[in-house]
Structure formats: C-alpha cells, structure tokens
C-alpha cells in the first residue's frame, strides 16, 4: 500500500521537463522495436520473422508456446520442411509441415500441401474453399530456430485481455514514477 501512496506523490510532483523527457523515452523505446522488427523482416525476407505456436498440432516437434523464427529465402520449399502459412481471409497464420510439393512444368509454380505433425488428416480443409494447395505467395516462411515455451506470455495476454491491460497500465506507471 505504501508503494501506491509513493507513486501517487510522485506522479503529483510531476514537471513538465520530466514529463517530456520520459515521453521521449518511450517513443524512443517504441521506435527502437519497430525499427528491430522492419530488420528482421529485410533479413529475413519474411512478412513476420517470430511467431508463436498456438496449438498442439506440430507436437512433438513444436509445443504449443514455442516460438518460432522464419526465413523466407530463395531456396525452392521442400517435402519436410515446416513452414507458415497465412490463408486467404484467415487472420492466424499456421504452422505445419510439407508433406507434398508438385511443381508445374509449364510455369514452375509450385503446389505445396501440408500437414500438422499431430494431425491425422493433411490441411485441405483448413484452405480456403475450393482450395487443395498452398501457392508459394500463401507461405509465410520457413522455420528455422525456435525458442521453446517463451511465447507463452503472448498466449497469456491475447487469451486474456485484462492481464495486458494490466501489464501495460503497470508498465506505463512505471516508466512514469520512474527518476532518471
């Protein structure tokens, strides 16, 4: 209780020039992190170079939590490669193996149909409709490096938005009260 009341004199004592300078701070911060993010995205030729497993259907290779790092390179897409894939109208990319790739000789387009590790059944029916394979342009990237059960904060926070809210309000206070 003691640390409220300090916080509250604190944020009470607030001067303009703090206030500006901590403001400054933090969009430092943010800028820092988008900038990261666009690097990752240029090194790595991928649209999202991390993401997060969200289900158990990669198990055993892929918990769900477990963070993923993508690379989008030149190199043509494989049978057992694992990749990600965003569908049409789908807002949540999956993560999944290849179990099928047929190139067309004509175009040298590839047709890639993929699977859950843990699945009984291949993914045409997580397609759009009318769709029975993924084009190269529906390929997010290539897993090439995860970090396991670390994206589990992610999970926590988007599965229930009061603990971000919490988090967040809790961060900005204290990036507020903080003394430079």
Known sequence: MEWIQES????KS???????????????????ALMIWKTLICITGSESPVVVVLSESMEPGFARGDILFLNMGRDPIRAGDIVV????????????RVIEVHERRDTREV?????????????????APGQRWLQRQHIMG????????????????TENPLIKYIL?????????????
């Open 8 to 11: 509250v004199a604190s944020v």
């Open 14 to 32: 607030f001067q303009l020039r703090q206030a500006l300078h901590q403001a400054l701070t933090l969009g430092m911060i943010v800028t820092s």
């Open 85 to 96: 894939y965003n569908i049409d109208n789908r807002e949540i990319p999956i993560v999944h």
């Open 111 to 127: 047709d890639i149909l993929t699977k859950g590790d843990n699945n009984d059944d291949d993914d045409i029916s997580l397609y």
């Open 142 to 157: 290539r897993a090439v490096g995860f970090l396991p059960y670390v994206g589990w904060a992610t999970i926590i926070m």
């Open 168 to 180: 967040i309000g809790a961060l900005g206070l204290l990036v507020i009260t903080s003394k430079d």
